[in-house]
């Protein structure tokens, strides 16, 4: 199984921005990395995937370095509506959320 | 467009008792996914089903059985609830493996 490791919890306020760094162990060659919120009460929302280098989304950039055993995700300019848990997924067929990044974006 | 519908939305079962949590998408999705996510923590793949026809097993697959009734439906099973089963379930679908995963709301399942 691809294992994902990533912090606990992070605390920001309004108008930082806050990265993510998740580790990717085992990763696949021929898997993604992708990138999910999510909201009490609420499924996962999927927020951005890459391969390698960088992709930029209207809500989020991904970078990933060559050796893809890490990736960052960067929310720019968090508003209180970004307080959420964020999920690093490894990819593959068998995938594993892991327990994810709290993040608290405070006023 | 609903995309992904789980029913019920709630259920409350006694100890032994049967249950099938029923799950559709609308997509046209290859691949669908069952997980569950007990409180504070993350989500946990129970079964999946890489395309109409096949599943295979997850991480924590022991007391679950589904189905994937057509390219449609894929429904979770339990066939003789256990307290530690109580969770909310999610279900899932995506256009292939390694493709970006669509949730529903989720079912919230509590075994007396």
């Known amino acids: 199984l691809a294992k994902t490791t990533q912090p606990i919890s992070m605390d920001s306020y309004e108008g930082q921005e806050v990265n993510i760094t998740c580790s990717h162990n085992?990763?696949?060659?021929?898997?993604?990395i992708t990138w999910y919120q999510q909201f009490p009460s609420q499924g996962p929302r999927f927020i951005i995937q890459g391969y390698k280098t960088k992709v930029t989304n209207e809500v989020a950039s991904l970078f990933i370095p060559a050796d893809r055993k890490s990736s960052t995700l960067s929310l720019p300019r968090v508003s209180l509506s970004d307080t959420a848990v964020y999920y690093c997924?490894?990819?593959?067929?068998?995938?594993?959320f892991g327990g994810g990044t709290r993040v608290l974006v405070k006023p | 467009n609903a995309g992904v519908t789980q029913t019920p939305k709630f259920q409350v079962l006694k100890t032994g008792q049967s249950m099938t949590l029923q799950c559709a998408q609308d997509m046209n999705h290859n691949s669908m996914y069952w997980y569950r996510q007990d409180p504070g923590m993350g989500l946990r793949l129970i079964y999946y089903?890489?395309?109409?026809?096949?599943?295979d097993k997850g991480e924590v697959p022991n007391g679950y059985n589904v189905s994937r009734l057509n390219k449609r439906e894929f429904s979770l099973r339990l066939e003789s609830a256990a307290p530690s089963q109580t969770s909310v379930y999610f279900c899932?679908?995506?256009?292939?493996?390694?493709?970006?995963?669509?949730f529903g709301d989720g079912t919230r399942l509590s075994i007396l």
């Open positions: 089903s890489a395309s109409e026809g096949t599943t």
């Open positions: 899932a679908s995506s256009e292939a493996n390694n493709q970006p995963q669509h």
């Open positions: 085992n990763i696949a060659t021929n898997d993604y």
């Open positions: 997924l490894g990819g593959g067929n068998k995938l594993t």
